[in-house]
T-cell receptor, first 114, second 114 residues
Framework: SQQGEEDPQALSIQEGENATMNCSYK?????LQWYRQNSGRGLVHLILIRSNEREKHSGRLRVTLDTSKKSSSLLITASRAADTASYFCATDAGSGGSNYKLTFGKGTLLTVNP | NAGVMQNPRHLVRRRGQEARLRCSPMKGHSHVYWYRQLPEEGLKFMVYLQKENIIDESGMPKERFSAEFPKEGPSILRIQQVVRGDSAAYFC????????????FGPGTRLTVL
């Protein structure tokens, strides 16, 4: 089974609109993290939310976590063309001990049109 | 504080050659992780190392792949006798501690096998 599946696979919006991406996972976690990857580049860490947190903000980013539904959402408000990138959620292995082993989904490709 | 450094950024090898990928973690980080990203896929965990120790290599193919993190110098991911299926982006990440991991990623090495 695949941990950390993002939805939708692709999202296209106009500059100024909000973008919402979702992530579902299957097993218990300690933390869930969101990363951004610009085309052909490395990953940039955006935000980490712990399993005992429900919501977290960072600038124009808002992340929610619902452990009962095993899902998270990333909201980018007032999007800009520079937000165009792929967004990945990454989960760790929860209580199994190997919480260093991040599992990534295939990502959501966000395109923000000027 | 420089981020995670990887070199080379692009590497082209012919089938049967060896590929050596280098990773210098962030200053003060003693934990290194290697991930592989195939086209249109998320990152997949390969190996976790601390200085002079391989902690978990469960994601690394048993043959042709090896990794090390010596006391001095960068971490090395070595792929012997490369095949076309090894073509991918290889990312290194580092963290100062295993707990509540925020892994900081390097820019990646894009390996192309001809």
């Amino acid at each position: 089974s695949q941990q950390g599946e993002e939805d939708p696979q692709a999202l296209s919006i106009q500059e100024g609109e909000n973008a919402t991406m979702n992530c579902s996972y299957k097993t218990s976690i300690n933390n869930l993290q969101w990363y951004r990857q610009n085309s052909g580049r490395g990953l940039v860490h955006l935000i980490l939310i712990r399993s005992n947190e429900r919501e977290k903000h960072s600038g124009r980013l808002r992340v929610t976590l619902d452990t009962s539904k095993k899902s998270s959402s990333l909201l980018i408000t007032a999007s800009r063309a520079a937000d165009t990138a792929s967004y990945f959620c990454a989960t760790d292995a929860g209580s199994g001990g190997s919480n260093y082993k991040l599992t990534f989904g295939k990502g959501t490709l966000l395109t923000v049109n000027p | 504080n420089a981020g995670v450094m990887q070199n080379p950024r692009h590497l082209v090898r012919r089938r049967g050659q060896e590929a050596r990928l280098r990773c210098s973690p962030m200053k003060g980080h003693s934990h290194v992780y290697w991930y592989r990203q195939l086209p249109e896929e998320g990152l997949k965990f390969m190996v976790y190392l601390q200085k002079e120790n391989i902690i978990d290599e469960s994601g690394m193919p048993k043959e042709r792949f090896s990794a090390e993190f010596p006391k001095e110098g960068p971490s090395i991911l070595r792929i012997q006798q490369v095949v076309r299926g090894d073509s991918a982006a290889y990312f290194c990440a580092s963290s100062p501690t295993r707990q509540y991991n925020e892994q900081f990623f390097g820019p990646g090495t894009r390996l192309t096998v001809l």
